[in-house]
């Protein structure tokens, strides 16, 4: 899930499932479920320093379409391909499940403003600059 689909869930009005909630749509052949059931935070500490993946995360998925630039932000989180980027994002749902991850975000709402307060921070200029 992106990070509208996560604003639009949090505020109510994500309306129906989306393609990647069926599971039998297609898998990006990029992915790899099976690497995705392992956790694997790669260089980020969730717990320590949540920003630094929130902030992550924004970028990624806002420059998604941008091959050049998202590779570039793959080597600077130390994030070695796609399958590895949704790896890392599964962990990271799996520990909003923990002891840690609830008590850090109690709701959605929670969730929400956390991710909202730390990529507000993030200048357009940030993310459109050329390579």
């Not at 509208?4 to 039998?24: E, F, M």
């Not at 902030?55 to 796609?82: C, G, K, M, Q, S």
């Not at 923990?98 to 990529?119: H, I």
């Amino acid at each position: 899930m992106g990070l509208l689909d996560s604003v639009l869930s949090a505020l109510g009005l994500r309306k129906g499932a989306s393609a990647s909630d069926d599971p039998s749509a297609p898998v990006d052949p990029e992915r790899d479920p099976a690497l995705e059931q392992r956790d694997g935070a790669g260089s980020f500490d969730f717990e320590a320093d949540i920003a630094r993946y929130f902030t992550a995360e924004f970028r990624i998925d806002t420059l998604w379409a941008n091959l050049e630039r998202r590779d570039e932000l793959f080597v600077e989180y130390a994030i070695r391909d796609v399958a590895h980027w949704y790896q890392i994002k599964a962990t990271f749902e799996r520990w909003l499940e923990t002891p840690a991850g609830k008590a850090r975000f109690a709701t959605p709402a929670a969730l929400m403003q956390a991710r909202m307060t730390t990529t507000q921070t993030i200048r357009l200029d940030d993310l459109e600059r050329p390579p």
